[in-house]
């Protein structure tokens, strides 16, 4: 019998030995597969170089494309009116629709006017009580005027019976002292007695209180009559304030115009015949003065007007005609006018006419192109191009094969570009272009003349 352990290690030894050869075996059967693998791929990649590979081309052919401005642009009358309120409000009423035909003076809308008509109020109250106070001071100043006149006619009979009065007085004294001087002649030659000379004495002295009397009497009078006489000066204060009442009068009366001319305001007319082109207020809105909330079209000529940038109005001029399309109308239009900035924004707006016959509406929409400017040269479809860091190029075949070709780009439009760079009637690929490096085979599935 074997001895147990020597068994023990050569079954050990016997194992080790088949796991090595497995594993030579597995990597054998690796290294097999991979060169398999890389004799395969190697074979793909030539069969692949060996494949064309289909394209779509276009003959190349001389042709022109012109470079344009294009807009959208909309269908209006050619004057249209802009209708603002003259004063600030609440909008109460609107009465027009866009497109309605108003006619001239007809309302358009009005404002609110519950502050104005308390204004009106406050106005004709205030004319009230301004030309009730002229009147008042009106009839003094006629009462005053018959007062001094009757006043200064008293005083001038009262002036004139005192003057008689005093003259009487006068002639009175001037005679009793006659008498007393005549009495006291005679009494001294001894032919009166003292009786008669004493009388003599005492008419003196009466005529002398008489005639005193009488002077005094009339010195009141006078200045009873210079009062009387100066009393137009009492009438020229009131006259003072009969003008500056009058003046009362008229500031009240023109306050009350400005109201009254306030209301109307409130009441927008149109200030002509024609359509509303625009509205651009709803009631209860709170409006400006002087900002258009209506736009009427006042002449029955339609024009087309579009906005343009700076840059694009720099191209164009008055006169260049170009296209417009409406729906599925295409048809000739002309720039009539260029308008300067509108409000420095960069924008400009350009009027155009149509010059065939062509109804439009106010409102229509249009597409308008205007060609600034005309390239000649190889005529293509855009799709061809691609671009790279040296700029653009595309490909063109030649006897089965592509050919890079570097090409200068003149202008593109639409699907359309012309370009420099290659010959009319040559193939350029315009479909498949981007599988294709220059020298591989291609196969033709169609041409495009």
């Known amino acids: 019998m074997r001895n147990s352990s020597t068994g023990s290690t050569w079954d050990l030894n016997r194992d080790l030995g088949i796991a090595r050869l497995i594993s030579w075996i597995l990597i054998l059967s690796l290294i097999l597969g991979i060169l398999v693998s890389c004799k395969s791929k190697k074979t793909e990649l030539i069969e692949e170089r060996e494949r064309a590979i289909p394209v779509k081309v276009m003959r190349a052919r001389e042709g022109e494309l012109k470079q344009t401005v294009d807009f959208d642009a909309a269908a209006t009358y050619k004057n249209v009116v802009p209708v603002a309120f003259k004063v600030a409000g609440k909008v109460k009423r609107v009465y027009v629709e866009e497109g309605d035909r108003v006619e001239r003076g007809e309302v358009l809308a009005e404002l609110d006017d519950s502050d104005y008509q308390n204004k009106l109020k406050l106005a004709e109250a205030a004319l009230a009580a301004a030309e009730a106070n002229y009147q008042a001071l009106k009839a003094l100043r006629a009462v005053q005027v018959s007062q001094a006149e ?4 008293r005083a001038e009979q009262a002036l004139r019976a005192a003057e008689a009065q005093l003259q009487l007085a006068k002639a009175n004294l001037d005679q009793a002292k006659r008498d007393l001087q005549r009495m006291q002649t005679l009494y001294s030659q001894g032919a009166i007695s003292l009786q008669n000379f004493e009388m003599a004495k005492l008419r003196f002295k009466s005529a002398q209180s008489a005639y005193k009397a009488a002077l005094s009497s009339y010195n009141q009078v006078y200045q009873a009559y210079l009062v009387a006489k100066h ?16 003046a009362s009068v008229q500031r009240a009366r023109a306050s009350l115009q400005d109201v009254k001319k306030l209301l109307r305001d409130l009441v927008l007319v149109s200030p002509s015949s024609g359509i509303v082109v625009e509205r651009k207020v709803e009631e209860g809105m709170v409006v400006g003065p002087g900002v258009p909330v209506f736009f009427i079209g006042t002449s029955s ?11 694009d109005a720099s191209k164009l001029k008055v006169g260049l005609r170009g296209t ?62 691609m671009l790279s860091p040296e700029g653009y190029f595309l490909f063109v075949v030649e006897n089965g094969v592509a050919k890079r070709r570097k090409v200068k780009v003149l202008t593109q439009r639409a699907d359309k570009a012309v370009v420099q760079g290659i010959k009319t009637g040559e193939l350029v690929v315009i479909e498949g272009q981007f599988f294709l490096s220059d020298g591989v085979k291609v196969k033709v599935k169609d041409i495009l003349d």
């Open 324 to 385: 417009a399309r409406w729906n599925d109308l295409t048809f000739p239009v002309e720039i009539i006018k260029i308008y300067p900035d509108l409000k420095a924004i960069g924008l400009r707006q350009v009027e155009l006419k149509p010059i065939s016959s062509v109804s439009l509406d106010h409102g229509d929409y249009l597409r308008v192109s205007l060609p600034y400017k005309s390239y000649k040269g190889i005529l293509i479809k855009r799709e061809a191009l």
């Open 150 to 153: 009757a006043d200064l006619k």
């Open 231 to 246: 009393a137009p000066n009492r009438v020229k204060a009131t006259d003072e304030q009969l003008r500056a009442a009058e």
């Open 301 to 311: 000529e339609i024009v087309i007007r579009g906005k343009i940038s700076d840059n």
